[in-house]
């Protein structure tokens, strides 16, 4: 499995946007790019994922380096409602199967 | 909301006893999964099923089995509950194993006194 790096923990106020990072400099080929948050109490949520182009929908967008090596994910005007840990998994679907997890990246938004 | 239901909430059980938590969805998923969550671990991949009877062990599998007699039931069973099987469990569904988002239940909060 490709290893990634996430801050431990960012901070953003209240209707700014959002820019969270993920190095994954081992990624491989195959590998598409997953976000995961997980709000307090609750089971993690699909996000957005994607494998080399930009990608937007209705919750954030993901921007991808040319290099594959590194990601962002940007929420363009952050509400209280998105305090949440946030997981950058590259996968593949194939090998051992299933979503591994590392410690993610825990966003605090200020009113 | 995505139709996954875990059940029961909220357990408390003893030392050696077995444990049966049960994952069930509407969707017509072929993909479902388990995991734990612990303090320090983040979420770990338990088991998971990729149909009907056909199920493969993940990271960490000891002291637990599965079994999928139905396409929308993922059943997880602690043969004989240890205290280090305290945890949060979730299960997750998938359609297609790449392409799509896994959608999780709300958890199973399962406390071996």
């Known amino acids: 499995d490709a290893k990634t790096t996430q801050p431990n923990s960012m901070e953003s106020n209240e209707e700014e946007p959002v820019h969270l990072p993920c190095n994954h400099s081992?990624?491989?080929?195959?590998?598409?790019i997953h976000w995961y948050r997980q709000l307090p109490s609750q089971g993690p949520e699909y996000v957005i994922h994607g494998l080399t182009s930009n990608v937007n929908n209705r919750m954030a967008s993901l921007a991808i380096a040319e290099d594959r090596k590194s990601s962002t994910l940007i929420l363009h005007r952050a509400t209280l409602r998105d305090a949440a840990v946030y997981y950058c998994?590259?996968?593949?679907?194939?090998?051992?199967?299933?979503?591994?997890f590392g410690k993610g990246t825990h966003l605090i938004i200020q009113p | 909301d995505a139709g996954i239901t875990q059940s029961p909430r909220h357990k408390v059980t003893e030392t050696g006893t077995p444990v049966t938590l049960r994952c069930h969805q509407t969707e017509n998923h072929r993909y479902m999964y388990w995991y734990r969550q612990d303090p320090g671990h983040g979420l770990r991949l338990i088991h998971y099923?990729?149909?009907?009877?056909?199920?493969d062990k993940g990271e960490v599998s000891d002291g637990y089995s599965v079994s999928r007699s139905k396409t929308e039931d993922f059943l997880l069973t602690l043969e004989s509950a240890t205290s280090s099987q305290t945890s949060v469990y979730f299960c997750a569904i998938s359609e297609e194993r790449f392409n799509y988002g896994y959608t999780f239940g709300s958890g199973t909060r399962l406390t071996v006194v």
């Open positions: 998994i590259p996968y593949s679907g194939g090998g051992a199967d299933g979503l591994t």
């Open positions: 099923s990729y149909g009907v009877k056909d199920t």
């Open positions: 081992t990624i491989s080929g195959t590998d598409y």
